[in-house]
């Protein structure tokens, strides 16, 4: 069952614009991760989040988490052609089985030229 | 820079028929996962290693559906017999140990006709 829920489930800018992606959730996590995925290919890991942490940056790349709010944000700025993707948020939670990642429904984001 | 490698990456069978799929995970990473992800959804985890143990298989279809890592490295994912909504792409990812970031591979396509 999918944890994370992604918002909006479809994005289209213009290039040189941001994009801002949503993901909330529903337990108690570790850490969260974001992914972007090509169509038809593997995923890519982008930038990890700890639970004790509140913000983080990766080059373009801005990560927000908000745990009594249990939800994350993903913003991308200056976007560029080439950062049209589904990007996936994904929760790591501690169970009897060890830890689990579970993935979001994915964001599809189109950036125009 | 190393890469988790799948084979084959795309797989089309007729149902009822058995279908494996290989996967080579990084060098050194203890944890191999494998996930199965419908057009259009997030990766859903279908069983995850440590090292050669199955540690979560909680979701995996046990009745067509088994997975090994003999030694601990490369890993096989069969179904037998396959069915028509197992049309999906395969995804195998490997990582350092359960909660950090997961390196994933191209994904084997299935189509069950």
């Known amino acids: 069952s999918q944890q994370g829920e992604e918002d909006p489930q479809a994005l289209s800018i213009q290039e040189g614009e941001n994009a801002t992606m949503n993901c909330s959730y529903k337990?108690?996590?570790?850490?969260l991760q974001w992914y972007r995925q090509n169509s038809g290919r593997g995923l890519v890991h982008l930038i990890l989040?700890?639970?004790?942490?509140r913000e983080k940056h990766s080059g373009r790349l801005r990560v927000t988490l908000d745990t009594s709010k249990k939800s994350s944000s993903l913003l991308i700025t200056a976007s560029r052609a080439a950062d049209t993707a589904s990007y996936f948020c994904?929760?790591?939670?501690?169970?009897?089985?060890?830890?689990?990642?579970?993935f979001g429904e994915g964001t599809q984001l189109t950036v125009n030229p | 820079e190393a890469e988790v490698a799948q084979s084959p990456r795309y797989k089309i069978t007729e149902k009822s028929q058995a279908v494996a799929f290989w996967c080579d995970p990084i060098?050194?990473?203890?944890?191999l996962y494998w996930y199965r992800q419908i057009l259009g959804q997030g990766p859903e985890l279908l069983v995850q290693?440590?090292?050669?143990?199955?540690?979560?298989d909680s979701q995996l279809p046990k009745d067509r559906f088994s997975a090994e890592r003999l030694k601990g490295v490369d890993s096989t994912l069969k179904i037998q017999p396959a069915e028509l909504g197992d049309s999906a792409m395969y995804l195998c990812?490997?990582?350092?140990?359960?909660?950090?970031?997961?390196?994933f591979g191209p994904g084997t396509r299935l189509l069950v006709l």
């Open positions: 990812a490997s990582s350092l140990g359960g909660q950090e970031t997961q390196y």
């Open positions: 060098s050194g990473h203890a944890t």
């Open positions: 994904a929760t790591s939670t501690s169970g009897t089985s060890g830890s689990r990642l579970t």
């Open positions: 989040i700890r639970s004790n942490e």
């Open positions: 290693f440590q090292d050669e143990s199955v540690v979560d």
């Open positions: 337990t108690s996590i570790n850490n």
